[in-house]
């Protein structure tokens, strides 16, 4: 775990990179190929052929890393799909570790063996967050459709006996319900504290209209709350403010968060966007312009969502989800869905979220 130097250090450059509007943060999906087939993944490309043919090239890479250094860029987050999938996957990294970029890999851990350990060990990075799909081998079969379990549990220990900073996330679903407690069990018995990703989740860029996934506000409320309980996190308050509700103040253009302020997003096929929560408009080609001209193209995409008036000196701003994807209506229309806000007023009630 980091410290509080590092962690405060980072937390000003963030802050000057917003404000300059700097590519401070890139999060790039390597691959959309993967050797699981999560139900729930938004990257969802099962021929796996077919994406490798699309996918960029080792140069391809080398050359917008190099650009989005020469952008200021100093955290990197490799994704994909499965990162660790692609063969030249180490000399992607190393080409960033080389120029001294802060790098985290988001990874399922199946293929990080004793080999991969001993690699990050050596060319330690910034962070590895591994998923974890189940509480068994029957569980990763349900979900993803492959075993994993034990492969992903053997990582996440040798990196940690290993020193390296290794976090452990769980992404709730409506496939994983009766399997996300069981889940959250098995990585507190190995010792394992467990963040929670995309409460909501991205949507099926293979198929947008796919919904089957999602959970409800009561599912959501649920699981939420058995983690906060599991973990010694449940602190229950007497009472807690109203919600404000629809407003009819002018909303405001931009984005708060980091996206299209100073963290920039490439997906698979060379495209750059916000972040992967919001493929607003176009997009902008890395293989028809520079990283810089793209990073221009971003943030005017980031500078034309609608912001939620009803966000703006709302109590609540603290314990909810900063990401415009998940408090917005849609991206456009300027206010805040009202079940988020009844949503996470419940959670501060029950003591899962506190109010700042």
């Not at 990763?140 to 053997?154: I, P, R, S, T, V």
């Not at 009819?248 to 931009?254: A, Q, S």
């Amino acid at each position: 775990m980091k410290d509080r130097v590092y962690t405060e250090m980072r937390r000003r450059f963030q802050r000057a990179a917003m404000q300059q509007r700097k590519p401070l943060m890139g999060h790039y999906e390597l691959t959309a190929r993967c050797n699981l087939d999560c139900k729930m993944c938004y990257v969802h490309t099962q021929d796996n052929a077919a994406a490798l043919r699309k996918e960029l090239s080792t140069e391809q890479w080398k050359r917008i890393f190099d650009e989005a250094i020469a952008c200021e860029m100093m955290y990197a987050t490799l994704s994909g799909g499965e990162c660790l999938i692609r063969k030249d996957f180490k000399e992607l990294y190393l080409h960033l570790w080389n120029q001294k970029v802060l790098i985290t890999v988001m990874t399922n851990g199946t293929m990080l063996d004793d080999d991969y350990v001993e690699f990050f060990k050596t060319y330690t990075p910034d962070m590895i967050q591994i998923s974890i799909y189940g509480s068994s081998e029957e569980g990763y079969l349900a979900l993803a459709g492959h075993k994993g379990f034990e492969k992903a549990m053997h990582a996440v220990a040798a990196l940690q006996e290993a020193g390296i900073d290794v976090r452990v996330a769980v992404t709730p679903s409506r496939y994983m319900t009766d399997d996300f407690l069981p889940t959250l069990n098995a990585c507190k018995d190995r010792g394992f504290d467990v963040s929670l990703t995309d409460i909501t989740l991205i949507p099926n860029r293979d198929d947008p209209e796919k919904d089957d996934y999602y959970l409800t506000d009561d599912e959501t409320f649920e699981l939420m709350k058995q983690r906060a309980e599991l973990f010694g996190y449940l602190k229950p308050v007497e009472s807690a403010p109203d919600v404000c509700g629809p407003m009819t103040d002018p909303p405001e253009k931009g984005l708060t968060c980091n996206a299209g302020n100073c963290l920039a997003t490439v997906i698979w096929d060379g495209t750059m966007y916000p972040c992967a929560n919001a493929l607003v408009g176009e997009g902008a080609s890395l293989l028809k312009m520079s990283y810089a001209e793209a990073w221009e193209k971003t943030k005017a995409a980031a500078d034309a969502i609608v912001q939620a008036v009803e966000c703006k000196d709302c109590a609540y701003a603290k314990a909810c989800p900063k990401c415009p994807a998940y408090r917005l209506k849609d991206l456009e229309c300027g206010h805040c869905r009202p079940e988020v806000c009844q949503l996470y007023r419940r959670l501060v009630l029950a003591g899962v979220k506190p109010l700042s």
